[in-house]
């Protein structure tokens, strides 16, 4: 298992049955980090790695606010090419709420987080595992063939850091956060939050999600944010 610190000025975790105000979740849906560490390591195939455990930390509590902007919503069609349908932005766009997440104060602006993954359970045994490929990405950069920025979520939702959890950065990060605010925890099918773990994007018929509760760290079932959570409570990505 291995951990992965990441930082990110601003983002938002869309709910998935959001549509006129676009909330956001208080931490990135398993699925979320999944898509984010694909395209650390330059996967195009998210089917892949199917089978790998992941589970998010938050080390600061995110600080909500509501933005007014242009939403897309693709439901004129003016003619259809050899490439694909082409839309026109006339009654294809409208004004729309939508929060954000950014970090609690000026003295820490970013939101900070620590993804746990586990790759044991993956569907390929013989296959070059996530979690190598991770360390492999963030170790030597220069062997990663990848394109576009790298997101947490939404495109436009640019990351400022990815590091492995080691010693050193544990050490860096224990300084500066005691504590860990939120955890995701899988508990025995029961819970307050659904989270997804597969998104199906044509239709929601394939979508799979996972059952937890958000608890404060510490907890009397946990440790603390730098240690990693038993693998049997860590969502499962799964799906199709």
């Known amino acids: 298992m291995i951990g992965v610190y990441v930082s990110v000025p601003v983002a938002c975790f ?5 549509r006129e105000y676009l ?27 199917r089978g790998c455990r992941l589970t998010p930390v938050m080390l600061n509590r995110p600080r909500k606010s509501v933005v007014l ?18 839309y026109q932005p006339s009654g294809n766009t409208r004004p729309d709420f939508q929060q954000l997440l950014t970090g609690p104060t000026a003295a820490d602006p970013f939101l900070s987080l620590i993804i746990w993954l586990e790759s044991q359970e993956e569907a390929a045994p013989n296959d070059l595992k996530l979690e190598e490929r991770v360390v492999t990405a963030l170790r ?9 920025g790298l997101c947490l979520g939404e ?7 990815v ?8 050490q860096q990060l224990q300084a500066r956060y005691p504590r860990g605010q939120i955890f995701l925890l899988h508990p025995e099918g029961r819970g307050r939050f659904t989270l997804p773990v597969w998104v199906d994007h044509v239709g929601a018929a ?11 760290i ?5 440790s603390d944010p730098f240690t990693p959570p038993p693998s049997e409570r860590m969502p499962r990505i799964w799906g199709e």
Not at 14 to 18: E, Q, V
Not at 140 to 148: E, I, Y
Not at 163 to 170: E, H, I, P, V
Not at 218 to 222: I, K, R
């Open 14 to 18: 869309r709910r998935g049955l959001a």
């Open 206 to 216: 394939g979508t799979r999600h996972a059952v937890g509760d958000i608890v404060e």
């Open 23 to 49: 909330e956001t979740e208080e931490l990135p849906p398993p699925a979320t980090c999944y898509g984010f560490l694909l395209s650390l390591v330059g996967e195009t195939d998210r089917r892949r790695h």
């Open 155 to 161: 495109s436009t939702h640019l990351v400022d850091e």
């Open 163 to 170: 590091a492995l959890l080691d010693d050193r950065r544990k």
């Open 218 to 222: 510490p907890n009397a079932s946990l």
């Open 140 to 148: 030597q950069p220069h062997s990663v063939a990848r394109f576009g």
């Open 69 to 86: 902007r242009t939403v897309w919503r693709y439901k004129k069609r003016i003619s259809t090419t050899s490439d694909g349908p082409v």
